[in-house]
């Protein structure tokens, strides 16, 4: 029976946020036998036999394996597919709950913020557009099957069975049309879920379908077909800075199967920006490369983890003025004398800003002008940097 008058100590409060948050930042491989006695658990409550395991090695092979099987295999029925959230979030929504659930949840989701978000989108992203998202979007038929022989190494019975008969449908139109289960579920990602359910249990003695839980101690995303269950394991790495998501050496998510995110302070980046060995790469190659990026966030970060004063080596300082300066980076050109351009010091974040000005620009003064109108001689006084 459920006892909400029992008075919880801010210690026990804390202990069940820093478990969960722990738990969902976790990089140690998925406790499969844990995992999969939950998922026949699930199945057998709901009234199904019990499923064929798939372990796929990040939660975007299985969200393509989803898609390949739903084409081959029953679509879970609604018993099944609801039941998992179900579980765990209708018993403390309908429970007279205290306010301190909802605290315990957003304590949790707060730390969650940087990187939950990024893999749910991604995969949302792929049921909706189907196999043409991402870098599937090229292939046909034949690359997917291939590509998941390579994943998989046709080790599953399941997987062989399903490449054999899988076929792409098509609309009348041609384009390729997708049916995969919409329902997917975020294992060790969405602790915060299960750290309310969890302290509402054992606190306040809830009710609760415990199979969720164990499930997000134990794996990443799973998804639940009605005759197959696909688990994902937890990421091999999950790199931080800040809150937010941010490596300068590697992937900043990542995962044993090596696929994964570059980020830099929580700025998606392409992996050659930080996969390269930015410190044994000459300076002028690097500052092309900065050039032609054209995302002006992306470009600040590149600029942060490269080093301005890098850069700064190979120019001539031609004026300076509060938090700018305007540097002649001619050295970096071939065949260019002057090549200005406006270094900047944003004072609310501390980071700086490079871009390329007007050959007619000689002081800080002009390069802020034609930066705003395109105009040395109409002038302009930001207070502060944009």
Not at 283 to 310: H, S
Request: charged fraction near 25%; hydrophobic fraction near 40%.
């Amino acid at each position: 029976m459920t006892d909400w008058s029992v008075p919880t100590p801010n210690p026990l409060i804390s202990e069940y946020i820093d478990k969960w948050i722990a738990i969902g930042k976790s990089t140690e491989p998925a406790d499969r036998p844990r995992a999969e006695k939950a998922v026949i658990n699930f199945y057998k409550q709901a009234g199904f036999d019990e499923p064929e395991i798939v372990w796929t090695p990040c939660p975007v092979s299985g969200c393509l394996l989803n898609i390949v099987l739903s084409s081959v295999a029953d679509r879970p029925s609604e018993v099944l597919s609801v039941s998992v959230l179900k579980s765990v979030i209708d018993p403390v929504h309908k429970a007279n709950q205290p306010e301190v659930i909802n605290d315990i949840r957003r304590a949790v989701v707060t730390e969650f913020d940087p990187f939950r978000p990024v893999m749910d989108n991604i995969i949302r992203k792929m049921l909706h557009e189907g196999i043409s998202s991402g870098q599937f979007r090229n292939m046909d038929g034949a690359d997917i099957k291939d590509f998941l022989t390579m994943v998989f190494s046709s080790a599953n019975s399941v997987i062989v069975n399903a490449l054999q008969s899988f076929k792409i449908p098509s609309n009348n139109s041609g384009k390729p049309e997708y049916n995969p289960s919409p329902f997917f579920y975020g294992g060790s990602f969405w602790s915060c879920y299960a750290a309310g359910a969890d302290y509402a249990h054992q606190v306040h003695g809830l009710n609760i379908n415990h199979n969720a839980l164990e499930l997000a101690q134990s794996c990443g995303y799973y998804w639940l077909l009605k005759n197959i269950a696909i688990l994902t394991d937890r990421p091999c790495r999950l790199e931080l800075k800040s809150g937010r998501l941010h490596c300068e050496s590697d992937m900043a998510l990542k995962y044993r199967s090596g696929w994964g995110v570059c980020y830099l302070n929580g700025i998606e980046v392409k992996k050659e920006y930080v996969l390269s060995d930015v410190h044994n790469t000459p300076a002028e190659d690097l500052f092309k490369m900065v050039l032609k990026e054209e995302n002006i966030d992306i470009r600040r970060e590149l600029l942060q983890m490269i080093g301005v004063e890098r850069f700064k080596n190979y120019g001539t300082l031609i004026h300076k003025k509060n938090n700018y300066e305007l540097i002649n980076m001619s050295g970096l050109f071939a065949g260019i004398d002057y090549a200005p351009y406006l270094l900047m010091k944003n004072p609310s974040l501390g980071i700086f800003h490079m871009e390329g000005v007007s050959p007619e620009c000689e002081n800080v003064q002009e390069a802020l002008n034609w930066r705003k109108y395109k105009d040395i001689n109409k002038e302009w006084k930001p207070e502060i940097l944009t």
